[in-house]
């Protein structure tokens, strides 16, 4: 059976007339008794206040309501405010933001819990990922890293993140390159589309922007460009025809309701899918190790079985054995800041050096760049291959060189990312930190337990 999301990027600050496209949308869903998830800008819920759409308001407790943070494209974005060298400042700065941001969400529709996070045009910054997590928030929709082996989520600096699958607004209208709509989809065409879904798909996101059923310009890249405009500046985008904004409101409301009554379907929230790839309570014990390091050498890249292990849970749980412990709780972990140094050439090191090299290291925060083993510095990879090595019962382990990084095929969009490109933040957004660290944060991949392990 395929998991089945309706997700809503709600977020148009400008178009006010666009308000109704998430009224429409809303009442369409609860018609089906179908509950969507509804991302929300923080500001654009105060402007529903602002312009007393209590109808849209009390349409939308229905529903999921989650978080698309504080102010989406409004400068500084995400991206612009935590391209800082100084990761804690980025974190308290975005921080604050978006807890502003969920308090708004409470004071507004009563949300006492939000169960994910959307990154709001393109600032897919790795800051992001920790500081949602660090509010409770357990799942990232429409993220960068998705996995290009599999239809299942993965889990990245401790958020699952999932990949947004299909835009409804350019699915059941089709529209040019210009995003004018052309035609309408047929029920036809909308059912061969998920019998594909059904073939193909354990889990499938299908994402719209509410106002973009009536209009065909994004609202920032009209008045966000790069800077923001004069909010008493700010233009209407330009609108769809009625009938094409027509035919998508049937086009959606036949969509959900083939979906809702098709065995093959199962419509589900953010919450459910979080409790679904969840598992709160993964250990490694010492005596799993020989098996683990032995999937580590076939191939340096997360493990699935027994359980599902990030590289740097493996890393954590080695630390701990070293010190004497016999069973490991894996908990939140963090990647690298700066890129690991490297050994070039072999290093002998034994069971002594390595286990008082463990009980000098942190038990949790930033994986270390390098580590002091007896007169030799190691990189993390090295020390995690050493430790491996004389935890499965050698008393010295020679090391040879070989790399930290897992191979990032696999997540082609995190090995290809480059913030620089992304037109929101163009004019502001230096990328000097972000794209690189997201890479060095690889470590805290993790994928679903039992999935095929892909190798390159």
């Known amino acids: 059976m395929t998991d089945i999301v309706f997700s809503f990027d709600t977020e148009d600050l400008a178009n006010i007339a666009g308000f109704d496209g998430i009224l429409r949308t809303a009442e369409i869903l609860r018609k089906h008794n179908v509950r969507g998830c509804f991302q929300v800008v923080g500001r654009l819920a105060e402007l529903l206040e602002k312009h007393g759409r209590t109808d849209i308001i009390e349409a939308l407790k229905y529903h999921e309501i989650d978080t698309h943070s504080l102010g989406h494209s409004l400068h500084p974005t995400i991206n612009e405010c935590t391209d800082l060298e100084n990761f804690d400042e980025a974190y308290d700065t975005l921080m604050a933001r978006e807890r502003e941001s969920a308090a708004i969400l409470n004071r507004i529709f009563g949300v006492e819990k939000i169960h994910s996070a959307c990154p709001p045009g393109n600032s897919v910054s790795y800051v992001a990922h920790y500081v949602y997590h660090d509010m409770g928030i357990p799942v990232y929709c429409g993220d960068i890293l998705c996995d290009r082996h599999s239809p299942h989520p993965a889990y990245f600096c401790n958020l699952l993140c999932t990949e947004y699958d299909l835009n409804l607004e350019g699915f059941l209208m089709v529209r040019d390159e210009k995003m004018v709509p052309q035609r309408l989809r047929t029920e036809e065409e909308i059912r061969e589309k998920f019998d594909w879904v059904a073939a193909n798909k354990d889990l499938y ?196 060189p070989d790399g930290w990084q897992i191979d990032l095929d696999q997540f082609p969009a995190l090995r290809d990312l480059n913030l620089k490109l992304k037109w929101v933040d163009t004019k502001n957004l230096m990328d000097n930190h972000l794209s690189r660290r997201a890479r060095l944060q690889s470590w805290t991949i993790r994928l679903p337990e039992g999935v095929s392990r892909k190798f390159f």
């Open 205 to 400: 996101i299908c994402y719209h922007h509410p106002s973009m059923s009536m209009y065909n310009e994004w609202w920032d890249m009209v008045n966000c460009y790069g800077e923001n405009a004069p909010a008493d500046q700010w233009r209407e985008s330009k609108r769809n025809p009625v009938e094409m904004t027509e035919g998508y409101y049937k086009n959606f409301d036949f969509l959900v309701g083939m979906i809702k009554n098709d065995p093959r379907f199962r419509i589900t929230t953010y919450e459910k899918i979080g409790q679904k790839y969840g598992n709160p309570c993964r250990k490694i014990r010492l005596k799993d190790l020989p098996a683990l390091k032995a999937q580590l050498e076939e191939s340096f890249h997360p493990v699935t079985l027994p359980y599902s292990y990030c590289i740097a849970d493996i890393f954590h749980a080695c630390r701990a054995f070293l010190c004497g412990e016999t069973e490991y709780v894996c908990g939140d972990v963090r990647g690298f800041l700066e890129e690991p140094f490297s050994i070039t050439s072999p290093v002998t090191v034994t069971k002594d050096e390595m286990i008082q090299s463990a009980k000098r290291m942190a038990s949790e925060g930033w994986l270390p760049r390098s580590v002091i083993v007896g007169s030799s510095i190691l990189g993390a990879a090295d020390w995690l291959r050493a430790a491996l090595g004389v935890l499965c019962g050698e008393e010295s382990v020679t090391v040879a």
